[in-house]
DNA sequence: GTGGTCTAGACCACG
DNA sequence: GTGGTCTAGACCACT
């Protein structure tokens, strides 16, 4: 697997995982539809518990992002990923606001902030068309 | 003051706090070498606990946000924030990557999240020109 | 057939399969004494395992909804379902219970769950006159 | 407190937590706004693992039941539980889909179905008045 | 003292 | 073998 974790970090393990997942079908390293690991098996590669493993699928499972099987095991979601809505333009919104309140104090300008986003974009549609 | 707390998110109480004043620097609702409320008085008028104001002043200071004088009482640093360094930019980067992950997924084009990004940018500057 | 079975959904699959067969019956597709496909080729029509089917039929068996003759194969009960007694409309009760009680905290009326009732029992009486 | 757990039932635990709160809820023996037990002193008092209760606690407040403040504790949603909305209306239906397919099985006539409905919904409104 | 996180180990239902 | 549930015990962040 593609997953890299942290275990020094602050952010709590369960989420650094729901983000290297979703990073995975971000940069198509993993399709709608492909499986994913067992919460057993995933949890015994990255030596992690099977709770933890379990939480991250579970909050993946409610946004949408996989189906989970009780025996067959886990999902891409096939018909991908539900679309941006309102909501969730609001949630990332508010994420966004103080990155870039922060941003400003420390002189970062509207043109540099956009090229580092462009950046990142650029870097995640690369993955996909190679994978 | 323009303090604005949401007890019930997940966010820690203290992190907000950052958050709002890092924010009133970038509007420019308060300016370099202007004080800040003691740690006393800011607690009592949120009606939070002094620990909790103490611990988001201390983190400000630790960024060079504000300056702490035992006697003087507390001041946003007069020299302005420090500019960004490759630290921060490196530390930007990660925040924004799992945000960006998952608006690819959800199908945000990079055009709209750079005009939400240059929208947030706006707000911070009109608060800027009025105060 | 006319089962319909949902392979994502959290209810097993061989409850799901007990509540297509007792809808079946309920809105008249199967008559008492009608035949129904043995274990084996109805597993093999919906495509899931002869276990999964078997464990239905002996719930519905064990419910007095059919008859399981080792040689005849399996039939809809000629004599029809047991009436309710007071153990089922204990059952009833308790399953409602949870419902109602939510109802209520979500400001459904009394009326509206009512009519809800009744149009349910209309779909499946609608059922029993065209067949 | 009025929790009443059944250790020998089929339903988990938590599911039955879940449901006895919304029941309190329900008839009002705990309103909007009011504390609920921290999750370690109702796990002690009903004897179950913390855990058990935090599941339940997570879910309904998941579901807009309940506030969870990190330090305060747990809450009653003051402003009143969210409405049906259509999503509810679907799974409401669903639920009552099987059971009513088999009270048609069972002889149960609409009228004595509407009326089991109706005595539930005045033993929950009578634990309102008095409370 | 509160909830949040993580670990560990166990049993069960399902297919 | 899969996920679901439950238990138990530990450490941490927050206030």
Same mark, same amino acid.
């Given at each position: 697997?593609?997953?890299?974790? !942290?275990?020094e ?5 369960y989420? =650094?995982?729901?983000? /290297?997942?979703i ?5 198509? #390293?993993? /399709?709608?539809? $492909?499986?994913? @690991?067992?919460? +057993?098996?995933?949890?015994? !590669? ?6 933890? %493993?379990?939480?991250a699928? &579970? *909050?993946?499972? &409610?946004?949408?992002f996989?189906?989970?099987?009780r =025996?067959?095991? %886990? %999902?891409v979601? @096939?018909?991908? %990923? @539900?679309?941006?809505? !309102?909501?969730? +333009?609001? /949630?990332?919104?508010? #994420?966004? *606001? @103080?990155?870039?309140a $922060?941003?400003i104090?420390r002189?970062?300008?509207?043109q ?6 462009? &950046?990142?974009?650029?870097e995640?549609? $690369? ?5």
């Open positions: 697997m593609f997953i890299n974790l !942290d275990f970090s602050k952010e709590p393990i989420v =650094q995982l729901i983000h /290297q997942i990073e995975g079908i971000a940069k198509g #390293k993993i /399709q709608p539809g $492909e499986a994913l @690991p067992s919460v +057993r098996s995933l949890a015994a !590669d990255i030596g992690i518990n099977l709770h933890t %493993v379990n939480k699928y &579970q *909050h993946l499972k &409610q946004e949408g996989i189906l989970i099987h =025996q067959k095991g %886990v %999902v979601n @096939p018909e991908g %990923v @539900p679309e941006a809505d !309102d909501a969730y +333009r609001d /949630q990332l919104k508010s #994420k966004l *606001h @103080p990155l870039i $922060e941003s104090c002189k970062v300008s509207e540099e902030f956009s090229e580092l986003c462009s &950046q990142l974009f650029t995640f549609n $690369e993955g996909k068309g190679g994978k």
